[in-house]
């Protein structure tokens, strides 16, 4: 399979690097006081830009927008809830389609485990009541262009029970599934430990939050699936993604601009772990040079057995997300709990505890006071349906601590067999 050499990928990241840049010194009201147009020569000089973290964007969005006349339509998209916090980023109209365009990176990849390109069935297990990314995107491309020859896409919800979500793959036969890596293990060993009878796919793929190593082994070597993983955030989209090796994520270098840095803020050798720092090469609706994403990963060293030339990353600690388990033995994944919050504005933070198997308690930061008055009745009776009837009683706070490790949790879950105990 012939990849581009890796003197072309780099120099198109420059050249993008470059325009992104000059885009920003004249349009973009953060960077027009950091920098010149001209002066942001490549990639490496992103690198010198002073690190922007999550909470900037979030306090200002409109420093952030573009002023430019064509970068006006495109779509405001909304992080899930794997991050802690609700951030609104928009995308131009030539990011959208960049992004969907290089999904033939990953989408090739896919096809090679199915073993053709075209009419083959994948199911997209998101979220049932709500749209997801993928869907708004999808829907984007459609109305923008002619779409041709695809996968005939079907979905299934996580907030759905599991045995209709697993009836549902049993009917339909895909020969991908794709869906949150927490959801998949949970369903793949919820099959193992029960002997549920479960159609295999050819090929698993997740995103959003990950698979532990064990999950991931499981449903490799004891249902033979190949799990592939994509790495993406609604800052930047696409990240990276896993080849054939499935050794970690190859980076689309061209893109997004990639760097790990230490604690001081500077970039570590390869091998070394530290935090995620992206620049979004292509976007020209919200501007991100620079940015934290908040994730802990490392520059695998060496070249890749696939034959890309592109740099392989190793997500050490990634978004992991907690399940809740309830009294009856059913399971919700925290994106439902995220769903009915996520389209209330004035929500600026939220954190669900479960205090006992059928008692949690809603603490909500809100922009003020008459905010919460207003949204937490709504959002505690949806809650309470996605919980199956758990008793669920808002709080409000000013501000909500982080926890171990500086690692923030918007959802924090009894384990599975303290819940067991309970029903026992
Ligand atoms: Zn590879």
Not at 4 to 15: F, G, H
Not at 153 to 173: C, F, K, Q, Y
Not at 310 to 339: K, N, T, Y
């Amino acid at each position: 399979m012939p990849f581009l050499p890796e003197e072309r990928v780099r120099s198109l990241a420059d050249v993008r690097a470059r325009a992104i840049a000059d885009h920003a010194a004249r349009w973009v009201p953060h960077y027009r006081a950091l920098f010149r147009p001209g002066e942001i020569r490549g990639v490496a000089d992103l690198a010198e830009l002073p690190l922007l973290d999550k909470a900037a964007v979030r306090d200002d969005p409109a420093a952030f927008r573009s002023s430019a006349p064509d970068t006006s339509e495109g779509l405001s998209l909304r992080t899930t809830g794997s991050t802690w916090d609700p951030l609104t980023v928009f995308h131009d109209r030539r990011s959208l389609l960049l992004n969907i365009a290089y999904a033939e990176r990953e989408r090739a990849v896919e096809t090679r485990f199915i073993g053709r390109s075209f009419r083959y069935l994948a199911l997209d297990l998101g979220l049932g009541t709500t749209i997801t990314t993928p869907q708004e995107v999808r829907a984007y491309y459609d109305r923008s262009c002619y779409r041709p020859l695809r996968p005939r896409h079907h979905s299934a919800g996580v907030d759905e029970p599991l045995e209709d979500v697993v009836a549902t793959i049993n009917r339909l036969r895909p020969d991908v599934v794709r869906g949150y890596g927490t959801y998949l293990e949970l369903l793949f060993r919820t099959a193992a430990a029960e002997g549920l009878s479960l159609h295999l796919p050819k090929v698993t793929v997740y995103t959003a939050d990950g698979m532990t190593d064990e999950g991931r082994r499981l449903v490799e070597e004891r249902f033979g699936v190949p799990v592939l993983s994509q790495y993406s955030a609604v800052e930047v989209f696409r990240i990276g993604y896993f080849c054939e090796e499935r050794r970690g994520h190859h980076l689309h270098e061209d893109l997004c601009a990639l760097s790990i840095v230490g604690a001081d803020g500077r970039p570590v050798p390869d091998g070394e772990p530290g935090e995620v720092v992206v620049s979004n090469l292509v976007n020209r609706g919200t501007v991100l040079l620079s940015y934290r994403l908040g994730d802990v990963a490392r520059i695998v060293p060496g070249r890749c057995a696939c034959g890309r030339t592109s740099r392989l990353l190793s997500v050490v600690e990634g978004r992991v997300s907690q399940i809740v388990h309830l009294r009856d033995g059913s399971f919700v994944h925290p994106f439902a709990v995220w769903a009915p919050v996520k389209l209330l504005d004035g929500v600026v933070r939220y954190q669900l505890v479960q205090h006992e198997p059928d008692r949690f308690e809603l603490r909500l930061v809100t922009v003020d006071r008459a905010t919460y008055d207003s949204v937490a009745p709504r959002v505690a009776a949806e809650l309470r349906t996605t919980l199956r009837g758990a008793a669920v009683e808002p709080s409000y706070h000013e501000r909500l601590e982080q926890g171990h490790g500086g690692k923030f949790s918007p959802v924090v879950a009894l384990p599975r067999e303290t819940v067991a105990a309970a029903r026992a």
